[in-house]
Every structure is written in C-alpha cells, then in structure tokens.
C-alpha cells in the first residue's frame, strides 16, 4: 500500500492527539492526574486510583444555553419526575462531532445523534440505524454503497438523505478537527447518488470500515446549521437526528430533552440532567445522600468497595463491566537496552500483572495478555502462555542469553505521565517487585515528566521504555493492531521512522506486520480474517514491541429508583433505555 506523506503524518498525528489526550491532566481546579480522562487520587500510604473507559478535557464550555428549550438552564439542579440525573467528574471540551475526539462528548453524540450502522443493544452484532440495510461492497473493496432510511427527520427539521449523510461526512475531513485524520485517511469521498443511496469511495480496503461507521462522529448533521470549512465548529450545540435535543450546555450541567419528533424508539425516560462534579469526593457524598440517580465516571476504588459493600442495604444497583481500554509498557527498540529482544524477553516474563492489578487497582482491573482486549473472541492470552506471569526464573534465562548479569546488571527506565497516579503505583510496583526478586541482577528507575513533554520525548525516542494506554475509536479488533505494529516508513535496520509505532514509541518495524495489517484490511470472510488476528498477536510475542499488562473495569451506581442502565459492549451507554420509577 502507498501511503502519502500527508496521509502519514495525519496517522502520526491522530495517535500523538490521542496518546496525549490520556496523558494530559484536568486544566480546571483542583489539579487532579488523569488516566484515559478519568481523573485519579491518591493519598500517601493507600491507593485510590480511578480508572476506566471515557477521556475528558475538563475545559469550560461556557456556559451558554444550548436552546431556549422549556427545561432552561440550571445552576446545579438535577432532574425532577421521570427525568433522570446522572453524576460524573467528566466534561466536555464540544459537542461538534467534526471535532469531539474524547469520549464522553462522544457518549453525549451517541444518544443525541444517529449512525449509518450500530449495536443492537447488550450485543456486538452489527445492524443498521440510519442504513436499511448492511453496505453493498464492490469486488475491490473501495465502494460502499449504502441504502438509507426516508423518515428520519433532524432537530430542526431537515429531512434526512444522502446529501446530509454526505456533508457531514465530508465535514468531518474537511473541517480538520481532532477526529479528521481517522476518517480522512480511509474515505476518499462520500457522494449521493441519483438512487438516494450514499456511496462512500475508500483509498484502499478497508473491512472494519462498517465498524467505523458506527463512531460517534459519522452522525448527521444539519446543513442549515453547520458549515464546511477548516476550523469552523459549533462546540456548545448540536443539531442530529437521534432521540434527544441538547436543551442546555454548561460546564457544570448538561440537559437533554427528548426528541418528540424521534423517528425511532422514544426514550424511556423524560430526559436526562446531567450534573458535572469538581472531585470524586463530591461525587460520591452527593449520589449516598440521594442527590442523583445514577453515578458514573468516576469514583475511586475505596469508594466503589464501600459502594458495592453497602448496595444491599440501601437498595442500590452495581453495574460492572469490563471494558476496550488497554494499558501497557512500550519498549523502545530503537536505544538499550531494548534493542536486545532476550532484554525484552525477560521483561514480558517477569512482569506481575496480577500484583499490578491487586496494588494498583484494588483489583477492580483485570490482567491482560495480548494487546487486542477479551472483549473481543479473537483474544489470546498469548504473553501469558508465551512468558508466564512473575516467571523470574524465565527471565533469567533471556537475561544470562543477553549477557546480563550481576556484575553486568539490567538498567532500566520506566517512564510515565507525572499527573497519572495509577501509573505512579503501577510503575513501583513493577520496580519493587522486579529489584526484590532479581536483586542485584536488574535495576528499575521510574522517573516522570509533564505530559507534553513526555510525548514530544517518545516520538523523538527519549525513552527506553513508557506506560501508557489506548482506548480504541471503533469496536474492531483491528483498532489495537494498526496503531501498535504498522509503520508506513522505515526498515528492519533502521526501524520505524514515520508512522504509528513511532508515535507509540517503540519504533517497531516488520514488513510481516504491515502485511498482516493490510491482509486482514482486505479480507471480508470474517474466519480468514480472525486467523489473520491470530498471526498478528503471535508477532507481538516473538518480536515483543510491548507488554501488555492490564485491562480497566467500568462501574455505574443507580438507585433502586432506576431501571434498565447497562454499560454496553462497545463501552457506551445508552441513556435512552434507563427507566425513571422502575
């Protein structure tokens, strides 16, 4: 595949936005860390590290009424009758889809907008929304064809076609906001046909692309509302086609009605007032005092104990679910001492992921063996059968091979974000665990650095080795294969020199790799397809770029007042289904 180098840089760029995004901390006070935009604490001698699913930008969005809906803007309430109020220490930087990148305006975008394709709800099955019908695919597998739907009205009352369907589409590319480079770099062009089909032309194949479609971004917009053009957003406003309308929009309380002109299945609920906390602390004291009736995103470990501990009692609802988000250590290849793979070898098998998980996390995390999550059928525990778990005695094997030793002993960095707690215990953890049991054989320094400067350092290849995270754009395993072992330029010799893994910080080069990524882009049988995932997840151990090493729970607390809230499989939630007087 030939990729420009416009193409390759708007790859590197959306990995560093994103990778970056995870890293930065709130910017509104109190100045709390942030891990994959849940913000953590931590208290001298005992860990209270959140964790999970959503990313956030805690940036003030004005403050201004969205609409001069009957609801009106509100200092602080929370909803009333069959209106459900939600708490959450997330916010959102915009609602503009052509521009919201981080997950919890994309949770906002999902229930107020509709997509080409979804999930039918508690399930991973692909079915049509906005479509009626699954893509026609050409032979070459660049042409979607895409039938859709002539009753779907948007908010303002544009009739929904495929000319709507492709000027969001193309505004999306166009306007240049965070999530441009992910659909610009597969769509060619999005066009209307004389049918009243939409057809969407890609660069090159692309067989997760039905997935794709299904992000939040790839909603409707309404043309009499929004402009085409660089950098033109609407960030405190939305007009779809989805079953709620923004009534306010406010750095501290977001209100949505419902759509009474929904073509699809009217909410359960009267509406949703979401209200936006300062501090997990607040959180917490106002949903136990029954000031809220769901509580999500994001509550420490201690408090998500004592919260399942008392649910009984006080006749509180516990929803856990696993979710996409990985965490892992990449090594650079690039700089000893990882560029020996018996070095990297003898880290993947003295890792401890459950000691991680038990220190860091209370055990609310799970390990993680592969970088493609369980949530996927195509996961395997491929580092744990390849290098056990705190196997030190393997990896003393790769180190004596390595020409370590104690009179030679290992050195190594581990860096991580200064504003992320977990990471924080993470990171010592693996350093105490390693120094105890391989004394004088290997010597772990954890040092940290403001997140922007630690990112500008991994591309440049400052580090030998980072914790990071990914949480993935779209449910397809694909999306935890291309941004960890592609590269668009480099070689064997010379390693990556532009493209994803270069952003990821591990340099890796494999021509089997990029080959695999582009094999398994083009296959449409779904069996040949996970066969291909099987291959790419036995490179990860036999060239070990990186370890993975846990995955993240997620946690919504409702009162008994409430009914029908679940964390769906592609991590959203589904406000339109929560019940009020259940």
Same mark, same amino acid.
């Given at each position: 595949?030939?990729?420009?180098?416009?193409?390759?840089?708007?790859?590197?760029?959306?990995? #560093?936005?994103?990778?970056?995004?995870?890293?930065?901390?709130?910017?509104?006070?109190?100045?709390?860390?942030?891990?994959?935009?849940?913000? %953590?604490?931590?208290?001298?001698?005992?860990?209270? @590290?959140?964790?999970?699913?959503?990313?956030?930008?805690?940036?003030?969005?004005?403050?201004?009424?969205?609409?001069? #809906?009957?609801?009106?803007?509100?200092?602080?309430?929370?909803?009333?009758?069959?209106?459900?109020? *939600?708490?959450?220490?997330?916010?959102?930087?915009?609602?503009?889809? !052509?521009? !919201?990148?981080?997950?919890?305006?994309?949770?906002?975008?999902?229930?107020?907008?509709?997509?080409?394709?979804?999930?039918?709800?508690?399930?991973?099955?692909?079915?049509? %929304?906005?479509?009626? +019908?699954?893509?026609?695919?050409?032979?070459?597998?660049?042409?979607?064809?895409?039938?859709?739907?002539?009753?779907?009205?948007?908010?303002?009352?544009? !009739?929904?076609?495929?000319?709507?369907?492709?000027?969001?589409?193309?505004?999306?590319?166009?306007?240049?906001?965070?999530?441009?480079?992910?659909?610009?770099?597969?769509?060619?062009?999005?066009?209307?046909?004389?049918?009243?089909?939409?057809?969407?032309?890609? $660069?090159?194949?692309? &067989?997760?692309?039905? !997935?794709? =479609?299904?992000? /939040?971004?790839?909603?409707?917009?309404?043309?009499?509302?929004?402009?085409?053009?660089?950098?033109?957003?609407?960030?405190?406003?939305?007009?779809?086609?989805?079953?709620?309308?923004?009534?306010?929009?406010?750095?501290?309380?977001?209100?949505?009605?419902?759509?009474?002109?929904?073509? @699809?299945?009217?909410?359960?609920?009267?509406?949703?007032?979401? %209200?936006?906390?300062?501090?997990?602390?607040?959180?917490?004291?106002?949903?136990?005092?029954?000031?809220?009736?769901?509580?999500?995103?994001?509550?420490?470990?201690?408090?998500? +104990?004592?919260?399942?501990?008392?649910?009984?009692?006080?006749?509180?609802?516990?929803?856990?679910? @696993?979710?996409?988000?990985?965490?892992?250590?990449? =090594?650079?290849?690039?700089?000893?001492?990882?560029?020996?793979?018996?070095?990297?070898?003898?880290?993947?098998?003295?890792?401890?992921?459950?000691?991680?998980?038990?220190?860091?996390?209370?055990?609310?995390?799970?390990?993680?063996?592969? =970088?493609?999550?369980?949530?996927?059928?195509?996961?395997?525990?491929?580092?744990? $059968?390849?290098?056990?778990?705190?196997?030190?005695?393997?990896?003393?094997?790769?180190?004596?091979?390595?020409?370590?030793?104690?009179?030679?002993?290992?050195?190594?960095?581990?860096?991580?974000?200064?504003?992320?707690?977990?990471?924080?215990?993470?990171?010592?953890?693996?350093?105490?665990?390693?120094?105890?049991? =391989?004394?004088?054989?290997?010597?772990?320094?954890?040092?940290?650095?403001?997140? +922007?400067?630690? /990112?500008?350092?991994?591309?440049?290849?400052?580090?030998?080795?980072?914790?990071?995270?990914?949480?993935?754009?779209?449910?397809?395993?694909?999306?935890?294969?291309?941004?960890?072992?592609?590269?668009?330029?480099?070689? &064997?010799?010379?390693?990556?020199?532009?493209? +994803?893994?270069?952003?990821?910080?591990?340099?890796?080069?494999?021509?089997?790799?990029?080959?695999?990524?582009?094999?398994?882009?083009?296959?449409?049988?779904?069996?040949?397809?996970? &066969? *291909?995932?099987?291959?790419?997840?036995?490179?990860?151990?036999?060239?070990?770029?990186?370890?993975?090493? /846990?995955?993240?729970?997620?946690?919504?607390?409702?009162?008994?007042?409430?009914?029908?809230?679940?964390?769906?499989?592609?991590?959203?939630?589904?406000?339109?289904?929560? %019940?009020?007087?259940?």
């Amino acid at each position: 595949m030939i990729v420009s180098l416009m193409l390759r840089l708007r790859q590197m760029q959306l990995i #560093s936005r994103k990778l970056s995004h995870m890293l930065l901390p709130p910017q509104s006070p109190p100045k709390l860390p942030l891990n994959l935009a849940r913000r %953590q604490f931590l208290k001298l001698g005992r860990f209270v @590290g959140l964790f999970g699913l959503c990313l956030v930008l805690a940036v003030g969005c004005g403050g201004r009424s969205a609409s001069d #809906s009957a609801s009106g803007p509100v200092e602080g309430a929370v909803g009333s009758g069959d209106r459900v109020s *939600i708490g959450t220490t997330l916010s959102a930087r915009t609602l503009d889809p !052509a521009d !919201a990148y981080e997950i919890f305006p994309g949770i906002l975008l999902y229930n107020m907008g509709d997509r080409l394709y979804t999930y039918a709800p508690g399930s991973t099955e692909l079915v049509p %929304q906005l479509a009626t +019908a699954m893509p026609t695919v050409s032979d070459d597998g660049l042409t979607y064809t895409i039938p859709l739907r002539d009753d779907v009205t948007l908010h303002d009352g544009t !009739a929904f076609d495929a000319e709507v369907m492709a000027f969001s589409i193309q505004r999306i590319i166009e306007n240049g906001g965070r999530p441009a480079a992910l659909i610009a770099d597969k769509v060619e062009s999005a066009t209307a046909a004389e049918t009243g089909e939409l057809v969407i032309q890609l $660069k090159a194949p692309f &067989a997760a692309f039905p !997935a794709l =479609l299904t992000f /939040w971004s790839v909603t409707p917009v309404s043309p009499s509302a929004y402009e085409v053009g660089a950098g033109s957003f609407k960030p405190d406003s939305f007009i779809g086609s989805g079953p709620y309308k923004l009534a306010s929009f406010s750095s501290d309380v977001i209100k949505l009605d419902v759509n009474p002109d929904y073509w @699809g299945e009217k909410p359960a609920n009267g509406g949703i007032d979401i %209200q936006v906390f300062t501090s997990a602390v607040n959180l917490y004291n106002t949903f136990t005092s029954g000031g809220l009736d769901v509580a999500y995103q994001t509550l420490d470990p201690d408090q998500i +104990a004592k919260l399942e501990a008392d649910a009984p009692s006080k006749n509180w609802t516990v929803i856990e679910a @696993g979710s996409t988000v990985v965490n892992y250590l990449s =090594l650079n290849q690039k700089i000893a001492p990882f560029d020996d793979l018996n070095v990297r070898k003898a880290v993947a098998a003295m890792i401890d992921r459950q000691l991680i998980s038990d220190r860091a996390f209370s055990g609310q995390a799970e390990p993680l063996y592969s =970088l493609i999550p369980k949530s996927f059928d195509v996961y395997e525990p491929v580092f744990e $059968k390849a290098y056990g778990d705190g196997n030190y005695e393997e990896a003393k094997k790769y180190l004596s091979t390595a020409g370590i030793s104690e009179a030679n002993p290992l050195e190594f960095e581990i860096w991580y974000p200064s504003a992320s707690t977990p990471r924080a215990v993470a990171a010592n953890t693996i350093k105490q665990a390693v120094e105890q049991q =391989l004394p004088g054989l290997v010597n772990v320094t954890v040092s940290t650095a403001e997140s +922007a400067t630690l /990112w500008d350092n991994v591309e440049k290849g400052a580090y030998n080795s980072v914790l990071s995270n990914w949480y993935p754009d779209y449910f397809d395993p694909e999306n935890f294969v291309q941004p960890f072992l592609t590269c668009d330029q480099g070689s &064997a010799e010379a390693l990556c020199e532009a493209g +994803a893994t270069q952003s990821n910080g591990s340099f890796y080069y494999s021509d089997k790799a990029n080959q695999l990524v582009i094999a398994q882009n083009a296959e449409q049988d779904p069996a040949k397809r996970d &066969a *291909i995932f099987s291959d790419l997840q036995q490179l990860m151990i036999d060239d070990v770029p990186y370890i993975p090493l /846990w995955q993240t729970k997620d946690y919504i607390f409702t009162t008994a007042d409430v009914g029908d809230v679940a964390i769906e499989p592609n991590q959203q939630f589904l406000l339109w289904q929560i %019940q009020k007087g259940a």
